[in-house]
């Protein structure tokens, strides 16, 4: 089934691309800052991807793609930096809209944040010898310290609508490593990461979602942040 993880992608977006249209959410609204923060994501990850998978410590199975790559990342992998980020940006701004009450309170927003950034600081420090382990939660550490400082605002639905993109998360991603299949999509060296599994899912992976998305959400806030202070110029 050499077309399984293009399936994924295309599952994956169809749904909320044709709902972007919806006359009540007008998410094509975000598409400019969005491909905007999808394009900054692929300057990070795609350097990242290639390196680990030249490294061995992560692996593409040829039996579920096309068998079209791009500095050796199968073209479905770089089409999941672009379906992927458009569907959980999509989630969020939709369960905003539907309820605009979704919301941590200042105090519980900065307790998880900081509990966070603990983790993520501890983890990479105690596994600096794990590649996985330690670019993940490096990068998760500086992307959620950077949000703290520059738009705390965003963590306090965030930390609520990752949750809801958890669910399709883990289907995705369990496909992807083997669950509900004969055989995995991506391998793991799991020499390279804390050989922690949910399902069959590093967990890993659950960190390796919450910064993609986050640093989609962080572009789109700070550049609709300055195209709201742009026209409150103007009109003054």
């Known amino acids: 089934?050499?077309?399984l993880y293009l399936l994924l992608n295309i599952g994956s977006l169809s749904v909320p691309f044709l709902f972007s249209f919806h006359p009540k959410l007008k998410f094509y609204n975000y598409w400019k800052p969005l491909f905007?923060?999808?394009?900054?994501?692929?300057?990070?990850f795609i350097p990242w991807d290639i390196f680990f998978t030249i490294n061995k410590i992560w692996g593409f199975n040829?039996?579920?793609f096309i068998g079209i790559k791009l500095f050796s990342l199968p073209i479905e992998e770089w089409l999941f930096f672009v379906c992927i980020p458009y569907a959980c940006v999509f989630t969020h701004y939709s369960?905003?809209?539907?309820?605009?009450?979704?919301?941590?309170?200042d105090i519980i927003s900065k307790t998880i944040s900081h509990i966070l950034l603990i983790s993520f600081f501890l983890l990479s420090v105690f596994n600096y010898n794990k590649w996985y382990t330690l670019v993940n939660f490096t990068l998760a550490f500086v992307i959620l310290a950077l949000i703290v400082k520059k738009t705390p605002e965003l963590l306090k639905t965030y930390f609520l609508t990752f949750l809801v993109m958890l669910i399709p998360f883990f289907i995705v991603n369990g496909v992807l490593t083997g669950s509900f299949i004969q055989d995995e999509v991506v391998w793991y060296n799991n020499l390279e990461n804390l050989n922690i599994r949910l399902f069959t899912i590093p967990i890993?992976?659950?960190?390796y979602a919450f910064t993609l998305i986050l640093i989609n959400l962080l572009v789109i806030n700070l550049?609709?942040?300055?195209?709201?202070?742009?026209?409150?110029?103007?009109h003054q």
């Open 1 to 3: 089934m050499n077309y």
């Open 36 to 44: 905007i923060g999808i394009s900054i994501s692929l300057l990070i």
């Open 223 to 234: 550049l609709e942040t300055k195209k709201k202070k742009t026209i409150s110029t103007v």
């Open 62 to 64: 040829s039996n579920y």
């Open 204 to 207: 890993e992976d659950t960190i």
């Open 95 to 105: 369960l905003l809209y539907y309820f605009p009450n979704l919301k941590l309170s």
